[in-house]
């Protein structure tokens, strides 16, 4: 790699001039610059929107934005934006409504909405004369914070409680404020590092203050909200009699199909490498709506790992229960989302995103996230214990096989053609397009 020159005072300089310090990286750089620019929005207010998202920003990069159609939750139908690059992904989710629409749909239920925030300390004091005044601390926490709080308990949300945390076992003399949060419809993040560095401010005047405790000295380390929210969860599940499989592959029975599943299941439950893999592809449609509606999908991520490690080894986040000759299939996870502020008003398309889902509640979000999820996985599995998982994926990719090549409309229709009864690869694709320009 070759290194690249110190500029000093970068973000100082224009737009223009940020442009004209990257191109010079390259053999051509006018060509550069007419790139970079070519991504910008048409509409110069757009344009600004988008360059005030974010410091140093050159170009948009792009992402499809596609539709999940049909997709039937607790008995009404959804149409779905998602925001994802992999080919397949939209095609597997749809296919996965499509199929489960004719079996009463997913079916979705919130468990709980909780948020975490912690106020990290070190004190050398005697933590009995901390703990002896924590009731009255805690008041001083609630009251201090009142002016940040106001409009949120006005919406019904606010600080549900606030603990003090011994971790002195740990780290010596360790502790933290540990608050629970209820942000309504708005992931909540401003809000509660506000209240949470308040709380840091007021916990070292009260200490410092309070003629009982002797050790004056809170030092503390940080304030900040935790992302993971193991008491925000939702689950989405689809039911329906085994025999309702009878159709799913030429080569296999109802019951052949559900004990295969059963066992992807069981292995993505049991082996860290084949959960990683299965939860990943969860992730691919929660994500692409996370996205979509203008939500931070690496605090999402973060959060459904920690989550699928929580006894100790990472596992499925799905469930299979077999009862009755019913197949019940389940995804339990914590998804901390938002419908009010941040990127949801201001992206123009995250905008549309909610109105195209009727305006929906952060829980109503959490439950169609938690859907799409469900479907992806349920298609990858799907596949990959029937017909694999590449043919279909091959399928999607073919047009990015075809592009990197320059093919042109009419090549892409007769490749398109020829390979629908020929197994796609990038070097059956590329053979096939020499064959036809010859
Ligand atoms: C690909 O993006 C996702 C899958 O690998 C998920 C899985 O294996 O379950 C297909």
């Known amino acids: 790699m070759k290194e690249k020159n110190i500029i000093p005072g970068f973000s100082k300089l224009t737009k223009a001039e940020k442009i004209e310090q990257v191109a010079q990286f390259f053999e051509n750089p006018q060509q550069v610059s007419q790139s970079l620019a070519s991504y910008w929005y048409s509409n110069p207010e757009h344009q600004k929107l988008f360059d005030e998202f974010s410091e140093n920003?050159?170009?948009?990069?792009?992402?499809?934005?596609?539709?999940?159609?049909?997709?039937?939750?607790?008995?009404?139908?959804?149409?779905?934006?998602?925001?994802?690059e992999e080919s397949s992904v939209v095609a597997a989710a749809s296919n996965s409504a499509k199929f489960w629409s004719t079996r009463g749909g997913f079916h979705t239920r919130i468990l709980s909405t909780t948020k975490i925030g912690q106020v990290h300390f070190i004190w050398k004091g005697n933590i009995q004369q901390l703990k002896a005044h924590f009731p009255e601390l805690k008041q001083k926490l609630i009251e201090g914070t009142s002016s940040i709080t106001k409009n949120m308990r006005e919406r019904?949300?606010?600080?549900?409680?606030?603990?003090?945390?011994?971790?002195?076992?740990?780290i010596p003399d360790y502790y933290q404020l540990k608050a629970s949060f209820d942000t309504r419809d708005s992931m909540g993040a401003n809000f509660i590092n506000?209240?949470?560095?308040?709380?840091?401010?007021?916990?070292?005047?009260?200490?410092?203050?309070?003629?009982?405790?002797?050790?004056?000295?809170?030092?503390?380390?940080?304030?900040?909200?935790?992302?993971?929210?193991?008491?925000?969860?939702?689950?989405?599940?689809?039911?329906?009699?085994?025999?309702e499989f009878s159709a799913i592959d030429p080569d296999m029975t109802a019951e052949e199909f559900v004990w295969k599943f059963e066992k992807a299941v069981q292995i993505a439950t049991v082996d860290p490498h084949r959960a990683t893999t299965h939860n990943k592809g969860i992730f691919n449609g929660i994500d692409s709506v996370v996205l979509a509606s203008g939500n931070d999908f690496r605090a999402v991520e973060a959060c459904g790992h920690t989550f699928a490690a929580r006894?100790?080894?990472?596992?499925?986040?799905?469930?299979?229960?077999?009862?009755?000759?019913?197949?019940?299939?389940?995804?339990?996870?914590?998804?901390?989302?938002?419908?009010?502020?941040?990127?949801?008003?201001?992206?123009?398309?995250?905008?549309?995103?909610?109105?195209?889902?009727?305006?929906?509640?952060?829980?109503?979000?959490?439950?169609?996230?938690?859907?799409?999820?469900?479907?992806?996985?349920?298609?990858?599995?799907?596949?990959?214990?029937?017909?694999?998982?590449?043919?279909?994926?091959?399928?999607?990719?073919?047009l990015n096989i075809l592009n990197t090549f320059g093919a042109t409309d009419k090549e892409k229709e007769a490749a398109i053609n020829y390979f629908k009864t020929v197994k796609v690869s990038f070097n059956a694709a590329e053979d096939f397009l020499k064959t036809l320009r010859k």
């Open 194 to 243: 506000s209240c949470l560095e308040e709380f840091a401010d007021i916990l070292k005047d009260f200490v410092a203050q309070k003629i009982e405790i002797v050790e004056k000295e809170v030092k503390i380390i940080m304030a900040i909200l935790s992302n993971y929210t193991p008491e925000c969860l939702v689950e989405a599940w689809v039911e329906c009699p085994i025999e």
């Open 57 to 84: 920003t050159i170009s948009n990069f792009h992402f499809p934005y596609g539709i999940a159609p049909n997709v039937m939750i607790n008995g009404k139908n959804f149409m779905i934006p998602m925001v994802i």
């Open 156 to 170: 019904g949300g606010g600080i549900l409680d606030i603990q003090l945390v011994d971790l002195s076992h740990e």
């Open 311 to 398: 006894d100790g080894q990472y596992r499925s986040l799905t469930k299979l229960n077999l009862e009755n000759g019913i197949f019940r299939y389940s995804l339990l996870l914590p998804i901390s989302l938002g419908t009010v502020g941040g990127l949801t008003s201001l992206h123009p398309l995250a905008k549309l995103t909610l109105e195209l889902l009727s305006d929906p509640s952060a829980e109503d979000l959490m439950q169609i996230s938690a859907v799409i999820g469900l479907a992806n996985n349920f298609g990858a599995l799907r596949s990959l214990t029937t017909k694999g998982i590449q043919k279909g994926h091959m399928k999607m990719h073919l």
